[in-house]
């Protein structure tokens, strides 16, 4: 969709507001946003870290010093969406402003605070390819 159609949206900046537009309010995808990110947090619970109510998480009791490396392999859309969530970011925004390459890296860490008892998602590099650029290999501008 063209800059000039989804900006005039209203809501559509907001990180839960956008959901409200007709455009997406009549359609499955907050439903199916919301059961990617109930599964997220279902995953991020079993590393040790619970989403509270300010949309950051908890560090659960024996995780603190938790230094575990996670690689989850997904699709344009659902890594996305994914980023939207734990940035607490409006979906299309998100959408419609980063672009992921095929085989590309995006990295994040959970960084804690208050003596270790909360964190929030912190990305260091969104669809880094340098791998493939090392590796003499086309990078894919499928999904643009």
């Given at each position: ?42 995953l991020l619970e079993e590393w040790g870290y619970r989403r ?27 890594g996305n969406a994914l980023l939207s969530h734990v940035l ?57």
């Amino acid at each position: 969709m063209a800059p000039e159609l989804w900006t005039k949206i209203p809501g559509v900046f907001d990180p839960k507001a956008w959901r409200e537009a007709d455009l997406y309010k009549e359609s499955e995808i907050p439903q199916y946003y919301d059961t990617v990110c109930a599964g997220f947090d279902a995953l991020l619970e079993e590393w040790g870290y619970r989403r509270n109510e300010t949309g950051y998480y908890d560090v659960l009791p024996g995780h603190e010093n938790r230094k575990d490396t996670v690689c989850l392999f997904c699709h344009l859309g659902l890594g996305n969406a994914l980023l939207s969530h734990v940035l607490q970011a409006s979906l299309p925004l998100i959408w419609h402003s980063l672009f992921l390459p095929t085989s590309s890296v995006t990295t994040i860490f959970m960084e804690h605070h208050t003596d270790e008892h909360s964190a929030n998602a912190r990305v260091v590099s969104v669809g880094d390819t340098s791998h493939l650029y090392g590796g003499g290999e086309p990078v894919s501008a499928s999904g643009l």
